[in-house]
């Protein structure tokens, strides 16, 4: 089975800047797209940005200019460039892929708190 696992995550002041990574297990084959997406307390699990295996971004409209998405197709990881945070960037940030048009199970998540 693929597993998701997320690392990176932590308390940063207002501002500053957090690279969050993803590396993809149980898979020979390259996951067709890869992201994240984050659960802020007492709200949905949104969508922050995707990434094809071709290279094409999507980012939500509250991330765009300040988060930037790349990835390794040959490693299956996704990482997420996180600049000028804001205390709304608080929440549980979640690794998303999608192989053979399935998403794959969600990893346990990696906490981000932006606050002074």
């Known amino acids: 089975q693929v597993q998701l696992v997320e690392s990176g995550g932590g308390l940063v002041q207002p501002g500053g800047s957090l690279r969050l990574s993803c590396a993809a297990s149980?898979?020979?084959?390259?996951?067709?797209?890869m992201g994240w997406y984050r659960r802020a307390p007492g709200k949905q699990r949104e969508l922050v940005a995707t990434i094809t295996s071709s290279g094409s971004t999507d980012y939500a409209d509250s991330v765009k200019g300040r988060f930037t998405i790349s990835r390794d197709n040959a490693r299956n990881t996704v990482s997420l460039q996180m600049n000028s945070l804001k205390p709304e960037d608080t929440a549980v940030y979640y690794c998303?892929?999608?192989?053979?048009?399935?998403?794959?199970?969600w990893g346990q998540g990696t906490q981000v708190t932006v606050s002074s």
């Open positions: 149980g898979t020979i084959f390259s996951i067709n797209v």
């Open positions: 998303y892929g999608k192989l053979f048009g399935s998403d794959l199970p």
